[in-house]
């Protein structure tokens, strides 16, 4: 019996030739091994199970795990007028980090990530808080995968510091977080970043 899954989000779908469905939590609030849309599905398809995949569609379409709710939440501290991560991409990577005078926040994220878009959110409140003491960009990993590959992203959002040029060792944190805890790590990794608020 063959099976293959799929993780974003928190949810877990494994479809079996047996026409059994599973499903659990991961820690992190994190994507791997590509969009959800991408789960096959193997043997045969019965009306209940047709059904079960659906839903589990519309669940992650619609925010499982709160992520929608929470999307709304840290949206309403963030103005369209508001500063914003900046988008980076292969071309301008080196100008944008490696040379950059100030410290660095870098998000990988892809469109099909869930938990990217809170993430999304945490990020453009980031460049407003931090303006002027940091740097805050965000990496499409889809057209941009010699970064990914280059920096060893496996789960996304993966975010990670650069100061002068190269990666804080031990800044590397994957899945999603809300503002206040990104303020804790940043206030951890990199001290004179500690918000003034």
Same mark, same amino acid.
């Not at 091994?33 to 045969?44: E, F, K, Q, R, S």
């Not at 709710?69 to 991560?85: H, M, N």
């Not at 071309?91 to 005078?101: P, R």
């Not at 990530?113 to 003491?133: F, H, I, K, S």
């Given at each position: 019996m063959s099976s293959s899954t799929a993780i974003c989000g928190g949810l877990l779908g494994a479809v079996t030739a047996g026409g059994i469905v599973t499903h659990g939590g991961t820690k992190g609030g994190n994507c791997r091994n590509g969009p959800p849309a991408l789960v096959p599905v193997v $043997? @045969? =398809?019965? &009306? $209940?199970?047709?059904?079960?995949l659906q839903k589990m569609r519309w669940q992650i379409t619609t925010g499982m795990g709160g992520v929608a709710q929470q999307e +709304? +939440?840290? +949206? #309403?501290? =963030?103005?369209?007028? %508001?500063?914003?991560?900046?988008? /980076?991409?292969e071309g301008n990577f080196d100008e944008e980090v490696l040379t950059s005078d100030l410290p660095v926040l870098v998000e990988y994220w892809a469109t099909w990530c869930g938990p990217c878009r809170l993430m999304g959110m945490v990020m453009d409140w980031a %460049?407003? *808080?931090? *303006? !002027? &003491? @940091?740097k805050c960009v965000k990496i499409e990993t889809?057209?941009? *995968? !010699? #970064?990914?590959?280059?920096?060893? /992203?496996?789960g996304l959002p993966t975010i @990670?510091?650069? =100061?002068? !040029?190269k *990666? =804080?060792? !031990?800044?590397?944190r994957e899945g999603a977080m809300n503002k206040e805890k990104l303020a804790i790590y940043l206030q951890q990794t990199l001290p004179t970043l500690a918000s003034t608020n």
């Amino acid at each position: 019996m063959s099976s293959s899954t799929a993780i974003c989000g928190g949810l877990l779908g494994a479809v079996t030739a047996g026409g059994i469905v599973t499903h659990g939590g991961t820690k992190g609030g994190n994507c791997r091994n590509g969009p959800p849309a991408l789960v096959p599905v193997v $043997g @045969m =398809v019965n &009306r $209940g199970l047709d059904s079960h995949l659906q839903k589990m569609r519309w669940q992650i379409t619609t925010g499982m795990g709160g992520v929608a709710q929470q999307e +709304r +939440r840290q +949206r #309403l501290t =963030v103005t369209s007028a %508001a500063k914003k991560a900046l988008s /980076v991409t292969e071309g301008n990577f080196d100008e944008e980090v490696l040379t950059s005078d100030l410290p660095v926040l870098v998000e990988y994220w892809a469109t099909w990530c869930g938990p990217c878009r809170l993430m999304g959110m945490v990020m453009d409140w980031a %460049a407003q *808080e931090y *303006e !002027g &003491r @940091m740097k805050c960009v965000k990496i499409e990993t889809d057209p941009n *995968e !010699g #970064l990914k590959e280059k920096y060893k /992203v496996y789960g996304l959002p993966t975010i @990670m510091l650069f =100061v002068n !040029g190269k *990666e =804080v060792p !031990g800044s590397r944190r994957e899945g999603a977080m809300n503002k206040e805890k990104l303020a804790i790590y940043l206030q951890q990794t990199l001290p004179t970043l500690a918000s003034t608020n």
